[in-house]
């Protein structure tokens, strides 16, 4: 990957060929997101920084995919998890929340994950547009 920007983002930005642009670190996150959604719509994501969850969670992150309402089969509607070592995913995205919906080549759609966040205790918050409602994930042993 070279830190070169493209030439309309060149004439935009007074600073684009300048020794800031060449000492920034390209983030892994669109990476990440592109290997996540596929054509899912990742909408936000949120590094695991709680003890609730068994170990292997924590640093991961976990990735809402609002859903493709355009597409035939229907895909994303789920929430992923993206395992991270040393600052980079280590792993491909593992499902963690799908379900939402029952048949992927009809209209039904139970939720469409927005956003997640991790709750003081630990807990995964989702947020749905479809229902207007914010879920609370819990582990349990």
């Not at 994303?76 to 963690?96: E, I, L, N, T, W």
């Not at 029952?102 to 039904?108: E, G, Q, R, V, W």
């Not at 759609?109 to 927005?114: A, E, K, L």
Request: with cysteine.
């Amino acid at each position: 990957m070279t830190n070169e920007l493209p030439q309309e983002i060149e004439s935009i930005l007074p600073f684009a060929n300048s020794s800031i642009l060449q000492k920034t670190i390209k983030p892994t996150i669109p990476v990440l997101c592109t290997r996540a959604a596929g054509i899912g719509a990742p909408l936000q994501f949120a590094f695991y920084t709680g003890k609730q969850f068994p170990e292997a969670y924590r640093g991961g992150a976990f990735i809402a995919e609002h859903g493709s309402w355009n597409r035939s089969p229907r895909t994303g509607y789920q929430v992923v998890f993206v395992g991270f070592k040393d600052g980079k995913p280590s792993v491909d995205p593992a499902p963690f929340i799908t379900g939402l919906v029952p048949n992927p080549a009809d209209k039904n759609v139970n939720g469409r994950p927005v956003g997640v966040a991790v709750a003081a205790d630990g807990a995964l918050l989702i947020s749905d547009d479809g229902s207007g409602m914010i879920y609370r994930i819990t582990y349990a042993q």
